[in-house]
């Protein structure tokens, strides 16, 4: 991996400064977004209302078809929130220091993404005020808690993901936001001193943070491969064919690391202009990035061939039937918007020029994250459509009541973000002075 | 015995390594560091002569307890409302347990671990490291967060003098006592 130092070199207070900036009263454009964002919202939330109000029967699913958008949805938006503790988990043990101007930024996408996610089991619950009636502790309700059921590992890994994350994230927070507290006055002051939990740099606190940071990256690491991998089984654990596959966990990683850092470049390439950030998000800094999606890309590409071919070489009727059905039927638009997606329109990212240009990331990245979303569509409803016996054979219409509600899950996500990046430092002002040379005054430093 | 605290600040690394080096090299023990940063040069200094920070004790205490809960948990439920699958249910004899299903239960300690030892690491940073500090103490100057190194020496007040002059000598922007 490249080498992350700056070369205009911006100084230590330099840092601090242009941080702070991020934080001041926004403008006209940025209340705008929040305006539309809210709007979007607004429509979300009267369409599950609605939804509550007049029964399931709004959202368009229909047996066979129980987990339609709402499922994928919910699976689209975990495998977003895996690109944040990628980079600051995996990536700061590899040392890869061009993560250190992204990763703030991106581990808040991923708690909100795993919130975001976090709502659809409830949305598609129906009666989400019963949604207790699930636990089994105490159980007067006499359940069977099963251990077995690839479902339940799902509640505990995407519970342990939001938590362990978001520990992570405001772990990394306290250093910058005691810088925060020592630059603002007045009333921020008091606020930034609660939460900066009256952190000082002092050398124990250093020595005590930096071995606890270590670890929680390393508990972290498999934690990331984990969590996507669990939800995937709660595919692979069934028989549904197209979804009987020990293929599916990496498969599902990959995908989820994919279009996280799709979502990254979708969230830091307006930061990165808006706030004027190109001292600390550096072409090469885009470089990286393109890199990393254009080989999960083609990991991605080898994955769906293997797909293809497993079934077809598995000699069993009933799954060759499937993907027949998948790439020539009903949902056949889906499938193949997917593969220009995720393997053609990525491949440009070959070319170094498309690499550091912030259109073509941009455009890429915004047609990775829609082929993605078709992805888990095609896993979801083709598969579920047609399956063993013709007389459960369905096919699944979107509503208006749920497609609102899809695309207003996007607003729930940007509504979070938007009001992150005014709050608290979307840049780490800590990791980005470990990339600058330190001050020295008698000798050229050298590392 | 009465203490005072020497604080010098300094702009750049080198000297604050000089003044460490001198100051451990006449038995000055008792310091505190701030940096904005942890800075490699500043560490190597200091941790000579320290043991290595205690917090994974406090992860490997969370992380066993996490894996202790989750078979606990698992295999209890599993006592209790017994599920047969092929015949067979997992249930206690004198010899221990027998049953089909303990592989699935490694998911859920595997989660467990991940998270009681994350939340153990975090409670050891902040019991170690001594926070929350609701009052600042009192060498700490609001420059130490964003792009000056502290050095503050608790010493016996007769010897406070020397330490002011070692921290002019050693390259020191400012030198008070607190």
């Known amino acids: 991996m490249s080498d992350g130092r700056t070369t205009a070199s911006p100084t230590f207070a330099d840092v601090n400064r242009d941080v702070l900036r991020t934080l001041e009263p926004p403008g006209n454009l940025y209340f705008a977004w929040m305006c539309f964002v809210a709007l979007l919202l607004a429509g979300f939330f009267a369409a599950w209302a609605g939804q509550v109000w007049w029964g399931m029967g709004m959202a368009g699913k229909r047996v066979p078809q129980m987990w339609a958008m709402y499922i994928t949805t919910f699976v ?173 966990a990496p498969f599902f990683v990959d995908g989820a690391i994919f279009s996280g850092f799709a979502m990254v470049l979708v969230l830091m390439l307006p930061m990165r202009h808006f706030f004027h950030l190109h001292a600390y998000i550096q072409e090469k800094h885009l470089d990286a990035m393109g890199k990393l999606i254009l080989v999960t890309g083609l990991v991605l590409t080898y994955f769906y061939l293997c797909e293809i071919f497993t079934s077809l070489y598995s000699g069993e009727h009933i799954e060759k039937a499937s993907l027949f059905w998948k790439v020539t039927a009903t949902y056949a638009w889906a499938l193949w918007t997917m593969y220009f997606c995720n393997c053609i329109a990525p491949l440009v990212l070959f070319w170094k020029r498309a690499r550091t240009s912030p259109v073509v990331l941009y455009v890429v990245s915004i047609l990775v994250l829609i082929g993605m979303w078709f992805e888990r569509f095609n896993i979801i409803v083709p598969s579920l459509g047609h399956d063993f016996y013709p007389y459960t054979w369905g096919i699944y219409y979107p509503s208006p009541t749920d497609t609102m509600i899809v695309i207003g899950s996007f607003s729930f996500f940007f509504l979070l973000f938007l009001g992150f990046i005014k709050l608290m430092p979307s840049l780490s002002i800590v990791e980005v002075k470990e990339t600058i040379p330190p001050p020295m005054r008698d000798r050229a430093h050298g590392h | 015995m009465a203490t005072e605290t020497v604080l010098g600040v300094f702009a750049h690394v080198d000297t604050t390594v000089r003044a460490l080096e001198e100051l451990r090299a006449r038995g000055y023990h008792d310091l505190t560091v701030y940096t904005p940063l942890p800075v490699h040069e500043i560490e190597e200094v200091l941790e000579r002569d320290r043991p290595v920070s205690r917090v994974r004790l406090f992860t490997l205490f969370g992380g066993l307890t996490g894996i202790a809960s989750a078979f606990l948990l698992t295999i209890w439920s599993s006592l209790v409302w017994g599920q047969v699958t092929g015949g067979k249910y997992l249930q206690l004899v004198p010899g221990g347990i027998i049953g089909s299903s303990l592989p699935p239960f490694f998911i859920i300690a595997f989660e467990l671990m991940v998270l009681f030892g994350g939340l153990a690491t975090v409670i050891g940073m902040v019991v170690l490291g001594r926070l929350p500090r609701w009052r600042p103490s009192p060498a700490y100057d609001r420059r130490f967060t964003n792009d000056r190194f502290g050095v503050a020496v608790h010493c016996a007040p007769e010897r406070a003098a020397s330490v002011h002059e070692l921290l002019r000598a050693a390259g020191a922007e400012e030198v008070k006592s607190r």
Not at chain 1, 103 to 124: C, D, K
Not at chain 1, 149 to 170: G, K
Not at chain 1, 205 to 233: D, E, I, K, M, N
């Open chain 1, 76 to 248: 689209f938006w975990i495998g977003i929130g895996h690109a944040g503790t990628l980079i600051s988990a995996i990536l700061y043990l590899f040392r890869a220091r061009w993560r250190t101007s992204i990763y703030r930024g991106a581990e808040a996408m991923t708690i909100f993404a795993v919130m975001t996610a976090g709502l659809f089991p409830l949305i598609h619950a129906g009666r989400m005020w019963f949604a207790y009636f699930l636990l089994p502790y105490p159980n007067q309700r006499f359940l069977w808690p099963n251990f077995r059921s690839p479902l339940v590992w799902d509640v505990f890994a995407i519970s342990t993901y939001l938590s362990i994350s978001t520990v992570f994230f405001i772990v990394g927070l306290v250093p910058d936001i005691a810088a925060l507290r020592d630059a603002s006055t007045g009333w921020r002051r008091r606020i930034f001193s609660m939460l900066a939990l009256g952190w000082e740099g002092s050398d124990t606190q250093w020595r005590h943070y930096r071995r606890a940071y270590g670890l929680l990256a390393s508990l972290a690491t498999p934690l990331v491969l984990s969590v996507h991998s669990v939800v995937s089984w709660d595919f692979a654990m069934a028989l549904v064919p197209g979804w009987h596959s020990t293929l599916f």
